[in-house]
């Protein structure tokens, strides 16, 4: 295969919200248009049990549910999805130039950069060495193999609050660890919490330690006001606080942030003409799949732009 058949107008690199919308969008247009979904087509959405405030969906929709109708929404378009992950970017030569994990080599005349965030570790050494022995980042992924058994889950956002409800389907009983006296989820979760018999919130409290010896036996809570320890006998521990932008791939390439996230000005433009970039991996503020759907439309139509201008 030559390398002028591996060029394409645009190349949009994650296959989340923010991905798959700009897709429609660039396949709309009437660009030449390829996504790279890495190993994880559908971004985190795929691991949400429900999602309620989409638009268009009158009834809460799975989250892997929804990915797969965009999915099947942009290849309808035409636009190409490649299960490749993209290693090495070129921005430096026009076109830019990307090395695949095949080691192909892609070529196209603009980039949308909407490779989204990944999940947040607390970074104690007790969390690493249970890691995936009962201490995960998913519970949608590993929540089935606690059923019955009492669970934890450390966190007090929207993502600790839908954890905690998914496990508590399961669980015995799920304990919601929070270092603050009051939750930052929206008012809905927090009133299904509440109102859950199964689900204990533990406020003013950290992960002081995981206990164990092949997998997890139970934790160390402290209690941050009062420094009082408390040993909970548990099988699951479920990180919830938060996700760090995947920007490792464009590290001195294109500007970014000091907490990661890839600088645009406000219309999806990074610090490289002809480089986009949309959705998580751009926003610290609102971390929401309709959010960054929209980022992802106004990519494309910035970049179809760019391009005819470019042409």
């Not at 490749?84 to 990307?98: A, N, R």
């Not at 193999?145 to 399961?170: M, Q």
């Not at 006296?181 to 330690?209: F, G, M, V, W």
Request: charged letters at 25%; a neutral charge; aromatic letters at 8%.
């Amino acid at each position: 295969m030559t390398e002028n058949e591996n060029h394409r107008d645009i190349i949009i690199i994650g296959c989340g919200p923010a991905g798959l919308s700009a897709a429609i969008y660039a396949a709309r247009g009437g660009a030449k248009t390829a996504i790279f979904s890495g190993m994880l087509p559908g971004g985190q959405l795929i691991q949400t049990m429900e999602v309620e405030n989409f638009p268009g969906f009158p009834e809460a929709v799975p989250g892997a549910d929804l990915m797969q109708k965009m999915m099947h929404q942009v290849k309808r378009l035409g636009c190409e999805i490649l299960g490749e992950e993209i290693i090495k970017v070129d921005f430096e030569t026009k076109p830019f130039k990307f090395t695949a994990s095949s080691k192909k080599v892609f070529t196209a005349d603009s980039v949308i950069i909407a490779t989204g965030a990944k999940a947040r570790w607390l970074g104690l050494p007790s969390e690493t060495k249970f890691r995936n022995k009962g201490v995960s980042s998913c519970a949608t992924c590993d929540g089935f193999f606690h059923r019955n058994k009492d669970v934890c889950v450390i966190g007090g956002g929207d993502t600790a609050a839908e954890d905690a409800l998914f496990l508590a389907k399961f669980s015995n009983k799920v304990y919601l660890v929070h270092r603050r006296d009051k939750l930052r989820t929206n008012r809905r979760s927090e009133e299904k919490l509440k109102a859950n018999p199964k689900i204990e919130i533990l406020y003013d409290s950290t992960l002081d330690e995981v206990l164990g010896s092949d997998k997890v036996s139970g934790v160390k809570i402290k209690n941050v006001k009062t420094n009082e320890i408390k040993e909970i006998n548990l099988s699951g521990v479920f990180i919830a606080i938060g996700h760090t932008p995947e920007t490792s791939l464009f590290k001195d390439k294109i500007e970014i942030d000091a907490q990661g996230y890839i600088k645009t000005d406000g219309h999806a433009k990074t610090s490289i003409e002809g480089v986009f970039a949309a959705g998580d991996v751009m926003d610290p503020n609102y971390k929401q799949a309709v959010i960054a759907a929209g980022t992802g439309a106004v990519a494309a139509m910035e970049t179809l732009k760019y391009i005819n201008i470019a042409r």
